[in-house]
């Protein structure tokens, strides 16, 4: 069973750089076809998918964040990162990482589709 754990700061000042890396258990990284993916939801608003990387090592953003946003992978560490850089209060929010397994059609944002989810991990933009 795959198992997923986000693991970073949970405080990060505006203008910085928020990091976040999702351990991966269960499974490998690599297994095609799978995506593995950011998704974050602030306070009171609904989940947002922000990008995923693919098996392949494939990159995907979501269009209103793409210029701030990358996200990577260690094979060897079976782990996958995001950075999302000059942060500000706006991206105060839980932090998910989750897998997609079976990517047909427009799937980033069909979050019921998702099939592994970690636990989430709340970051907080603030001075």
């Known amino acids: 069973q795959v198992q997923l754990q986000e693991s970073g700061p949970g405080l990060v000042k505006p203008s910085q750089t928020l990091s976040l890396t999702c351990t991966v258990s269960g499974g490998s990284i690599t297994t095609s076809y799978y995506y593995w993916s950011w998704i974050r939801q602030p306070p009171g608003k609904g989940l947002e998918w922000m990008g995923s990387?693919?098996?392949?090592?494939?990159?995907y953003y979501s269009p209103s964040l793409k210029s701030h946003t990358s996200i990577s992978r260690d094979t060897s560490k079976n782990q996958f990162s995001l950075q999302l850089t000059s942060v500000t209060p706006e991206d105060t929010a839980v932090y998910y990482c989750?897998?997609?397994?079976?990517?047909?059609?427009?799937?980033?944002?069909?979050?019921?589709?998702?099939?592994?989810w970690g636990q989430g991990t709340q970051v907080t933009v603030s001075s």
């Open positions: 990387i693919a098996y392949d090592g494939s990159t």
């Open positions: 989750a897998a997609m397994t079976s990517p047909r059609g427009s799937w980033s944002c069909d979050f019921e589709r998702y099939d592994y």
